[in-house]
């Protein structure tokens, strides 16, 4: 899946004095702030991170409250979706003017009946709807399924993603079939 990148940062994390018995866990809870929130600074979300402090030592800011800095290197896993992008998703509603579904667990993602491909027919089958292929009958998509689709564009501040399952040109083979005979577009 597109949109995943590791990166190596070198950070400054300021501490307050009275955080100074126990300068590791202050650092901690200041890079968990960072978590499945969207930062300008990275371009994406922060997914985890692991930490190596660069020096033993810490730098005291001068000021109305003096801080200290502490150096360390980062290395993150940072989710930064971008237009064109594919990217998969757990199908958790389908309407017959939307699928819906989530990406890694936590950003949601929404499929428009006009992103969605002609040769799909919405149907309501036992009381769910299911979007079936009008070529290849054993293409279905459903809730619980898992489906590859395009970015369209993404809103930063809600993490809410906007998707497209017309293939663009580039892919090279848009339908294939994935276990239970769930649809997909994949490379």
């Given at each position: 899946m597109e949109g995943l990148s590791k990166s190596d940062a070198n950070l400054i994390v300021y501490v307050h004095p009275s955080q100074s018995k126990n300068v590791d866990k202050a650092i901690l809870r200041e890079l968990s702030s960072l978590l499945f929130k969207y930062s300008q600074a990275f371009d994406g979300v922060v997914l985890a991170y692991s930490v190596d402090p660069q020096d033993k030592c810490a730098r005291i800011l001068s000021g109305v409250h003096p801080y200290f800095g502490v150096r360390l290197r980062a290395n993150l896993l940072i989710f930064s979706p971008k237009p064109n992008m594919l990217l998969e998703g757990k199908v958790v509603k389908i309407t017959r003017e939307s699928i819906h579904c989530i990406v890694l667990g936590f950003s949601s993602a929404i499929i428009t009946?006009?992103?969605?491909?002609?040769?799909?027919?919405y149907k309501a089958k036992h009381g769910e709807g299911v979007y079936v292929s009008r070529y290849h009958k054993r293409h279905v998509i459903k809730v619980g399924a898992v489906i590859r689709f395009e970015v369209k564009s993404l809103d930063e501040e809600i993490l809410h993603i906007s998707g497209s399952l017309i293939p663009a040109k580039y892919w090279k083979c848009p339908l294939v079939m994935l276990p239970c005979h769930e649809i997909g577009l994949i490379e």
């Open positions: 009946d006009e992103n969605i491909r002609n040769e799909l027919k």
